[in-house]
């Protein structure tokens, strides 16, 4: 059941946040097929390598799934380098691409307009598309209320009080979903504010506390944390 006061907390911090690092305009990308390309290839790197890696797919003009198919594999590769671990990273662009060209004719709104569910399911079957990747598309690609949960969530709501060191994706989500209103405007902006604050203020070894715009609101700040 939601608790009123839970969602105003929660919606306090969202609003400290926003004021604080202004809207985020995630996600970086002109198209849904961008998008998703770069959900994959951003996994356990940085933006950056990935932003690179889809830079080169946009030069080779090769940023759409019948390319991404047709491009031999090493010059694929290649061009996915900068985003690093790049013949795993091309297997799973790849094999998204199958399952949309097999299944769905072709036709990313098609799969990209299923209900939440078999979205989901059908992402998760795809090797290396873990939960963070699958809400990632789902939220930024289909525009559908699923809360996406990060390493800077865990860390910064650890620190906050709210999860355990070894809280599970599925529980952490639960918590959002939960208690703040199922929208899918919300939830986009809310997990671009927790990556600005993870990245910038709530740092791993040493957050910067006094220059936190959700410090009232933190039970375990500055010395008192534990790491996530
Ligand atoms: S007050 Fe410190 S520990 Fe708490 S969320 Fe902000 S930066 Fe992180």
Redesign the pocket.
Known sequence: MRDAGLEETLIEIYRRLLEHFGPRNWWPADTAFEMITGAILTQNVSWKGAAQAISNLKERGWLEPDCILAVREEELAEALRPARYQFEKMRRLREFCQVLAGEYAGDLRAFLSQEVGSLRERLLAIRGIGPETADCIILYAAGKPVFVIDAYTHR?FH??GYFDERAKYGEMQAFFMRHLPHDAGLFNEYHAQLDA?GQN??LKRA???EA?P??SL?Q???AK?KEV
Request: hydrophobic share 45%; proline share 6%; with cysteine.
């Open positions: 910064i620190r906050l604050l203020l709530c957050p910067r506390c936190c959700i410090l933190c375990g700040a500055a944390t």
